[in-house]
């Protein structure tokens, strides 16, 4: 069983920083590709980011230039590093990762990120 482990979330004040981590219970190559969703209250899940095993990277367009997906091997981690922080990125983010054909979805049980002043 593939097991995902978010930490990192939190209350930030606006323009604040955070970095979410997801702990996978093997290798993160293992995974077709792994990424970064969200959910806030009344609104459907959305992708925010995403990293294949191959590297290429896809970010929704109102996070281009302050999220940054990455990832650590060694650490079987996936990262999200989320700056200039906005009252709209309030949500919870999920970490997802998909393996195989055909594909299995995992999610980790997500982490609160509250921006607020």
């Known amino acids: 069983q593939v097991q995902l482990v978010e930490s990192g979330g939190g209350l930030v004040q606006p323009g604040g920083s955070l970095r979410l981590s997801c702990a996978a219970s093997r290798s993160i190559f293992s995974f077709n590709d792994m990424g970064w969703y969200r959910q806030a209250p009344g609104k459907q899940r959305e992708l925010v980011a995403s990293?294949?095993?191959?590297?290429?990277?896809n970010t929704i367009d109102s996070a281009k230039g302050r999220f940054t997906i990455s990832r650590d091997s060694a650490k079987n981690t996936v990262y999200l590093q989320m700056n200039s922080l906005k009252l709209e990125d309030s949500a919870v983010y999920y970490c997802?990762?998909?393996?195989?054909?055909?594909?299995?979805?995992?999610w980790g049980q997500g982490t609160q990120v509250t921006v607020s002043s």
């Open positions: 990293i294949t095993s191959g590297g290429t990277i």
């Open positions: 997802n990762g998909r393996v195989g054909f055909p594909v299995a979805t995992y």
